[in-house]
């Protein structure tokens, strides 16, 4: 009974380390954590019981590595516990697969060295003649415990300061001019870029195909030129990131110029059993929209972007744009369009991810910055809101805790029905103190933007925007 005691206590404190270091490297390095997955980036409880949850895993896992220590050398024992945990959080995330970088990866495998290392150390000092008696030990290892629950807390603490202070960096993007309201156009130096890959594909124009075919009456390869030589039309899109949280900046606005998918896909002939139009990327990746998306001329295949060709980084030489969409399925690098006859599942889809990614409304207050101070008077306030292709309607701003909404006074005109908007307010504080502003968007539909915080996976992250400041 007391091996497996020792066991479980020594498995709960391996875990508590391996906890403390995923979550001191969330903070610091911006990954991602098998607990953020599980539980779609949830917070507050919802993460809290699954911050428990893999803790009381890693503790029944001690029992079995205890009775197995007994029989095996430390330095074999330490890389078969290291070795074994890795296997099973490669498991996890091939399961979970919704986001989970090199970064996170290895944030993983960090953990998992902290567990082994820890639970080797506890091993050896349990087991030592040194430790005397049963009281003595187990002391010993509540003690150790304590020390782990206080290195979580202050992990969990770094990584929610950390992403506020990132959250709050990205407002930069698009920070109004004096007197003006933010920005409209996002450059490209600064716009957002989010890829599956460590190493982005460098491709040569000349060398460059596009093909076209499936179930098409007319299969082409077109070249660069051919591309460029078509009839060309501009839009200005704003994309957003799935990934994107509440205030995040993985979104930006840009001027596109390329061709309209269905003149394409009319030059080609469409079959009569076409369901989805599927594309292929360089680098291996996939996605589709519906035949009647595709055929409704708001899909481009773009090849320069705020009149540019469009950087590498954001799929030169030429990238699908999926107005009103998540940014996953607007295909960067793209090498094969291919209708064809069935509902296709792209390379997020058939890893959990939906297959009908609408942009959830959004708005964000841009200024006043977060956890800033103002003196006692008139305050401005300005920012950004966005619902995809339905428009925004108004946007509405709160001092006083969303008891109460008044509407902003000024809202920019869309530079196209897919972009976002710009807006800006004066509010009158009370008294000095804090005060937290909260923002909210209706969109063209009518629609209130909702209050529920739910985190990005598998449709996108919703909740309201709020920035706390310092009044007096």
């Not at 330095?75 to 078969?80: D, E, R, S, V, Y």
């Not at 078509?230 to 993985?250: F, R």
Request: with cysteine; charged share 20%.
């Amino acid at each position: 009974m007391r091996e497996v005691v020792l066991g479980g206590l020594a498995g709960l404190c391996g875990a508590l380390a391996l906890t403390a270091v995923t979550e001191a490297v969330a903070a610091l390095a911006g990954a991602r954590t098998i607990v953020g997955a599980a539980t779609g980036d949830a917070s507050g409880i919802a993460y809290a019981a699954g911050l428990a949850a893999q803790v009381a895993v890693g503790g029944l896992a001690g029992i079995p590595f205890w009775r197995a220590a007994s029989v095996m050398r430390r330095p074999l024992w330490a890389a078969l516990i290291a070795l074994v945990l890795w296997g099973l959080s490669v498991v996890v995330v091939a399961i979970l697969e919704s986001g989970m970088d090199a970064r996170a990866v290895s944030s993983v495998l960090l953990g998992c060295a902290a567990y082994a290392s820890t639970f080797v150390y506890l091993h050896s000092e349990l087991t030592s003649e040194s430790r005397g008696e049963w009281t003595a030990r187990r002391a010993f290892l509540m003690r150790f415990a304590g020390w782990g629950v206080l290195a979580i807390a202050g992990a969990v603490g770094l990584r929610f300061l950390m992403d506020g202070v990132q959250s709050q960096e990205a407002v930069s993007l698009v920070r109004p001019p004096p007197g003006g309201l933010a920005t409209e156009v996002t450059p490209n130096s600064l716009f957002y870029v989010v890829s599956k890959n460590e190493i982005d594909p460098a491709i040569d124009a000349d060398d460059w195909r596009l093909e076209v075919g499936g179930l098409v009456d007319n299969p082409m390869t077109l070249t660069y030129d051919d591309l460029r030589n078509a009839l060309p039309v501009e839009e200005y899109v704003t994309l957003e990131c799935i990934g994107n949280v509440v205030g995040g900046d993985l979104i930006g606005n840009a001027k596109w110029t390329g061709v309209r998918l269905s003149a394409i896909l009319e030059e080609a002939g469409l079959g009569p059993d076409v369901v989805d139009v599927a594309f292929e990327a360089a680098d291996g990746f996939t996605n589709a929209v519906s035949r009647g998306r595709a055929m409704s001329g708001d899909v481009l295949v773009v090849y320069e972007m705020n009149g540019q060709p469009l950087p590498p980084e954001h799929g030169f030489p030429a990238r699908i744009v999926v107005p009103g969409f998540y940014g996953y399925k607007s295909v960067k690098w793209l090498t094969k369009i291919e209708p064809v006859d069935h509902d296709f599942l792209g390379y997020w889809e058939s890893r959990g991810r939906t297959d009908n990614p609408i942009i959830k409304t959004m708005s964000k207050i841009v200024t006043p910055e977060h956890v800033s101070s103002h003196p006692l008077g008139p305050l401005a306030v300005s920012g950004v809101a966005f619902s995809g292709d339905r428009g925004i309607a108004t946007v509405e701003l709160s001092i006083d805790g969303e008891r109460t909404w008044s509407p902003v006074d000024r809202l920019s005109e869309p530079l196209s029905p897919f972009t976002w908007v710009n807006w800006d307010a004066v509010v009158q504080p009370d008294a000095q103190g804090q005060m937290v502003l909260s923002v909210r968007a209706v969109d063209g539909q009518g629609v209130v933007q909702t209050p529920v915080e739910k985190g990005v996976y598998p449709d996108g992250k919703t909740g309201r925007h709020k920035v706390r400041v310092s009044i007096g």
